[in-house]
């Protein structure tokens, strides 16, 4: 099949989930015998000189309003009347706001959405812009032949705001191979002796909460659990500013974005991942830290609660408070978190195989030989 993947910023994926969802679907997409084109933008994404994935770039503006849909729009124009795949696949509810382009101009062109989360939720957007997300969620579930949700929440929303029964295939993880301590010396950081955020750094990540409960903390704590703050802000630089003026003071390290064997070795000795969202669809972070076997401390939302189970460790979203005391009781009890991380380690990296996914996504591309909507059964 020919499948062209629009929507995300590119790849290799540097930043964002989606980017990275997609970079570990189209790769191995292309080593099943699938011929995989990935759109991308160029402030985001180099030319690599090798690949089994086609990169192409398309025209877009680099705006905080305009960036995703134009870089769409190009995108698919592109696809319909050059690459003319089989399949187009749409990455995000945003994107899906074009979904009928294919529809219109290549009939026979099937067309796939992954609704990744509610984006219109996210603080960044105003209200013009929340309303078109609202409307690309209804694209998402009624422009596409079949639409795949990344988390069983997501499938209830669909199936409760827009009666569409979609398909629940959820991201993936891929297991760390064994990393030295080596890459925390520039951090000046101890094995098994700091607390980890990793994520983007705007406001619906929660970092605020975080940062007013780590000051809660006593002091020795603190001292002894430096925090390390692994992200870059998009479009954030006013809450960057405040988180700056909220550490002040604390034992805290921005180290900005991490990738590779850094990223690998911040999750693999961090003594615990503190992940304080207010929303999520399938939050990567948590699935790559639990891979990792790295104890988690999350907030109680539904997509940290469909990953961890009921013997997560949780405190009530965006209340500091309640993390403090979370916080308090996960650290004197370590020793025992981390013994059961390593159980769940091994459940996670089979139940989100990216092997199974790019099967399962697989499967959807082939359930479209003939464009279908499936409404939710009574």
Known sequence: MKIAMIGQKGIPAKFGGVERHVAELSERLAENGNEVTVYCRRWYAPELAETKVKQIFTPTL???????????????????????????HYHGVGPALLAWMPRLLSPKTRVIVTFHCIDRTHDKWGRFARLMLRVGEWSACGNADRTITVSETLKRYCGESYETDTVCIPN????????S?????????????YLLFVGRIIRLKGLHTLLAAYRNLPETVRVEYPLVIAGEGYYSDSYLK????????????????????????????ASLLVQPSETEGMPMVVLEAA??????????????????GDDGNYFEVKNSFDLTRALSETLGRIDELKLAAKDLAAKINQKYSWDGIVKQTNEVYLSTARPMRVPVAE
């Open 62 to 88: 680099h705006t905080k309003n305009l960036d995703a849909i134009v870089h769409t729009f190009t995108s698919t124009l592109h696809a319909i009347f050059t690459e003319k795949p089989d399949i187009i």
């Open 172 to 179: 993936g993880v891929t297991p760390l191979a064994e990393v």
């Open 181 to 193: 301590p080596a890459s925390l010396n520039s951090w000046n950081l101890i094995p098994g002796k």
């Open 242 to 269: 405040e988180l700056t003026t909220l550490a002040k003071g604390l034992p805290v390290k921005f180290v900005g974005n991490q990738t590779g064997e850094a990223l690998a070795a911040l999750y693999r000795y």
């Open 291 to 308: 891979g990792s076997g790295t104890p988690i401390l999350a907030s109680s939302i539904a997509a940290h609660r469909e990953i961890l």
